[in-house]
């Protein structure tokens, strides 16, 4: 029963998966910091207002909260922006300066500098 458990451990990627949900998870305190911090003083010196979550109305006796929706929805997109501006484009723009592949001339897939085939259509490069 060890035996497979340790098989287990050892081939199903568990230890890949881990590492990955503990460093997204320390990530994902950057990412809130950056939006906390620096995006969201941004917007709040746009407008009045910074905090909607006190606004709500009141239809047949029943409350909409509709603020934190509005507090919800713009600290999504938000979080949008920071992935986007300071992930994504710094990390195309590392790819792009030290490529590791080019593309086949046949079928346009990505494939190693040093390879000789295409290992998606064969092709001879």
């Known amino acids: 029963m ?3 458990f340790k098989e287990f451990i050892i081939h199903s990627h ?4 881990a590492v990955g949900v503990v460093v997204g ?3 994902k305190d950057i990412v809130y910091a950056i939006v906390k ?3 969201t003083p941004i917007v709040g010196m746009t407008g009045e207002a910074q905090d909607f979550a006190g ?3 009141t239809l047949h ?3 909409f909260m509709y ?5 919800t929805t713009v600290s999504a997109l938000l979080i949008f922006v920071a992935l986007y501006f300071f992930v994504v484009k710094p990390m195309n723009i ?7 592949t080019k593309k086949c001339t046949e079928c346009l897939s990505s494939i190693p500098l040093e390879a000789k085939r295409c290992s998606a259509c064969g092709q001879k490069q």
């Open 67 to 71: 603020g934190e929706f509005i507090n």
């Open 37 to 39: 911090d620096i995006l």
């Open 14 to 17: 568990t230890v890949d998966l």
């Open 94 to 100: 590392l790819i792009s300066l030290a490529p590791g």
């Open 2 to 4: 060890f035996k497979e």
């Open 61 to 63: 006796g029943s409350r």
């Open 55 to 57: 606004l709500y109305f």
């Open 25 to 27: 998870a320390a990530f």
